[in-house]
């Protein structure tokens, strides 16, 4: 349509979100969908929080508020900051946006010039490249082999990076395979960058807290503090305190840098939800007791859906280190036919097959990147995960 933008033309709606919208039309429907597409904790925001939101109200905390958050969200921030990565930032140093996302929009759209590259490790979170495309910049992606755990080494940067590098963008443990860098991958990404002062680290550690087994989880700022002044270390609540629709997401990194994204947000769409800050106050500043809770819970559901799907026909889960996701290969699959008569050529027919034979609702791999893999978000109750791979050992025992 000739009105529309250009820019839209650059970037494709979500996959993940047009799986879930496929899934819940499907439910809606009457038929029985078991949805493993979507990426947020299925259990509640904790008490203690939802009620210093309801606090928050009857206070009157009910009107605009500093455009990049409230001194006591930035305080709680920066102590959480110094108490979990040993990463010390001011108050002009941290910004709250609506959402991890629009954080990382904000970085972007307030650095990218056309042209610009930024480097991004595939299998990477679909927003991403379209981020960069919409800020006029242009996403280099490097691909992290099934063989390598997913994650990139210190050769593939490094080829990939040019004198156009803006930015690496780092995510760890990641969305879509849940691969987690440890201190020593990090150490060996860094020895590179140090090498290329032109290029800086946007780094979104969202997953930090569903880390499993022995897996510590460390980020690169800390891991390298020469790379402190050129790092964005961004976060949010949404997935370690189960609170993906109150939208808050901020990141700490340098002045400049952290006052040009909030003149972005200023111009858009102001400060997030005061509300909303104030039950991430509490949520940063309260009792942590049940993110370990949660990732016991996670790492449970983990060990089930990676061992039921390594029993299923030619697909070959591996064992991710942290997040709520499994990105298996159906490269086994490919080239069979399903019980429905659909010949599987690509990931794209595995996924689509098997929300219409068995109502089991995943994304292909190549939206985030990398196929033939599809995502599985294990955010879901155990009893729902247990038959979702029931029926997908099902639709794979029945491929001839
Ligand atoms: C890797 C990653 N980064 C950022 C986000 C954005 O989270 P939010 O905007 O809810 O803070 C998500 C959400 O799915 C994610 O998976």
Known sequence: MAFLADSLARIKPSATIAVTNKARELKAAGRDVIGLGAGEPDFD??????????????????????????PELKAAIAAKFKRENNLTYAPNQITVGTGGKQVLYNALMATLNPGDE?????????SYPEMVALGGGTPVEIVGPQSQG??????????????????LLLNSPSNPTGAGYTRAELRALADVLLKYPHVWIMTDDMYEHLVFDDFEFATIAEVEPKLYDRTLTVNGVSKAYAMTGWRIGYAGGPVELIKAMGTIQSQSTSNPSSISQWAAVEALNGTQDYIPKNAELFKKRRDLVVSMLNQANGIVCPNPEGAFYVFPSCAGTLGKTTAGGKLLETDV?????????????????????????????????????EEACTRIQRFCGNLR
């Open 45 to 70: 925001t904790p008490e203690n929080i939802k009620e210093a939101a309801i606090q928050a109200i009857r206070d009157g905390k009910t009107k605009y508020t500093a455009v990049d958050g409230i």
């Open 349 to 385: 027919d595995f996924v689509t097959a098997l929300l219409e034979e068995e109502g089991v609702a995943v994304v292909q791999g190549s939206a985030f990147g990398l196929a033939p893999y599809f995502r599985i978000s294990y955010a879901t109750s155990t009893e729902a995960l």
């Open 150 to 167: 997913f994650k990139i080494g210190p050769e593939a940067l490094e080829a990939a990076i040019t004198p156009k590098t803006k930015w």
């Open 118 to 126: 930024v480097i991004i490790p595939a299998p990477y979170w679909v």
